[in-house]
């Protein structure tokens, strides 16, 4: 090959490699970018009054005297609305017997027009408390009050004159024209005067990440969630870390190259190919069932998803453990048997601290993975809904945890379409903690290799 040819192939492979690394980058933009700019308005966000009043009840938090201030303010800016709508209820009485067809229509509407204003502002003062917690307050989030206020305003409904079902809204306001309710929807519902009635401002709300969660994540945080996974995930390194590495050395200093190794090998590479939600039923099966032989609690617990877990890592951590050895050169291993040093010797104070880094590439990616699975602590470690657990139940209590907790709130939550902001939150605080262990095992490695390297 000449070396004009030679130029021309290096030129490609350099140009489809950056071409590679833009796409990748582009990719990452692509599906990070949402839930990045969506995650941080879990945290940062617009808060009404609603919010501040559920920090004060719910967690102690705020200043009394300044919120029971904002609270007498809103409530004289709710007032005319309220007194509208008393004055349309006894109205409505009367239309349902001089017009009944407009009377009956109107009070079908009307029902629906409340419960948007009930979801918008919460009860009314002198109402009994609801039971449920959602129903005690308004609208805590200013975005949420918003589409709320839409709902309020605007009558929604679907057009199937095309043939596709089309979603359309139409103003309320027409539907009530010469009612005494006709001019709230130009005078009180307004965003200007919804801002009278809830007072938002921006609030950094640091205890999405420290609080507990209240009424099936309406109120409150994730602490509960990043508690289980930080135990499931430090759990699950404790087990398989050790025995990683020990099966690696074994593998590669003491077991030689046998027909039985070899399969040995071939069934640790199958493993880490095998999918996670197999790994949860032996779990399921090893751990806990009553007559299985290692079992750990009767019930899900965080030690059994642990051991789980574990299992669904380790082959990943041998795998990179050996080539870690592997990679260390002949001669150290000669050196130190040369100056007398007994073989575990050599591979305690010469090989491991070698290819220390590269077995730590190995457990960045293993970490990575066991914080991130869900499959596998389904039926082995996650709950929906608990509280922190403290080190003395990890082995007979269940927890809750980021990705099984996401899942849930995504698919099966009553809500769904009202707490995006925690689902999105809830997923980039998952993804946070995976850098940060990632981050915080990189920098171990590269301070690990600038030490060997003197």
Not at 261 to 271: K, N, W, Y
Not at 289 to 307: C, E, K, L, N, P
Not at 365 to 380: C, L, V
Not at 427 to 447: E, G, K, M, P
Request: charged share 20%.
């Amino acid at each position: 090959m000449n070396l004009n040819s030679r130029k021309v192939i290096d030129g490609s492979f350099t140009a489809f490699s950056g071409f590679s690394i833009a796409v990748m980058g582009i990719a990452l933009v692509v599906l990070l970018g949402p839930i990045i700019s969506k995650g941080i308005g879990a945290y940062i966000f617009k808060g009404t009054v609603e919010h501040r009043e559920v920090m004060l009840d719910l967690f102690q938090r705020g200043n009394k005297k300044e919120i029971a201030r904002e609270e007498n303010a809103v409530q004289k800016a709710r007032a005319p609305l309220y007194q509208a709508i008393d004055a349309f209820s006894s109205e409505l009485e009367d239309l349902k017997k001089n017009n009944p067809a407009q009377g009956y229509a109107l009070e079908a509407d009307f029902a629906e027009f409340n419960k948007s204003v009930f979801k918008l502002l919460g009860p009314r003062p002198g109402q009994p408390e609801p039971q449920l917690q959602r129903d005690r307050f308004g609208q805590t989030r200013w975005d949420g009050a918003l589409h709320v206020l839409g709902q309020a305003v605007n009558v929604e409904s679907w057009d199937y004159s095309e043939g596709m079902g089309k979603k359309v809204f139409k103003p309320r306001a027409e539907m009530y024209k010469g009612t005494k309710l006709e001019p709230v929807f130009t005078q009180y519902l307004s965003e200007d005067y919804a801002r009278k009635m809830l007072e938002p401002e921006w609030t950094f709300y640091y205890g999405f990440f420290t609080d507990v969660s209240y009424d099936a994540h309406f109120f409150g945080g994730l602490w509960p969630e990043v508690l289980g996974t930080l135990y499931l995930t430090f759990g699950a390194m404790l087990l398989a870390i050790p025995a990683g590495i020990i099966a690696a050395i074994y593998l590669v200093e003491y077991a030689g190259d046998t027909k039985l190794v070899a399969f040995i090998r071939s069934c640790i590479s199958t493993l880490a190919g095998v999918p996670s939600i197999v790994f949860g039923l032996f779990g399921l099966a090893c751990f806990i069932m009553d007559d299985s032989w290692f079992q750990i609690s009767r019930t899900a617990s965080v030690a059994a998803g642990s051991a789980t877990l574990a299992l669904l890592v380790l082959p990943t951590i041998i795998r990179a453990s050996e080539e870690a050895i592997r990679a260390v050169p002949s001669s150290y291993k000669e050196a130190a048997m040369g100056l007398g040093a007994t073989k575990w010797k050599t591979v305690a104070s010469i090989i491991l601290p070698a290819a220390l880094p590269g077995i730590l590439t190995g457990i960045v990616i293993s970490m990575g993975r066991a914080a991130g699975e869900t499959a596998p602590i389904i039926f082995t470690a996650a709950v929906t809904v608990g509280k922190p657990l403290g080190l003395d139940q990890i082995f007979s209590q269940p927890t809750p945890a980021l990705p099984w907790n996401l899942y849930n709130l995504c698919t099966e939550h009553e809500a769904v379409d009202e707490i995006r902001h925690v689902q999105y939150g809830m997923a980039f605080t998952l993804l946070a903690i995976v850098l940060a262990l990632n981050f915080s095992a990189i920098c171990l490695r590269a301070r690990i290799a600038k030490k060997l390297r003197g």
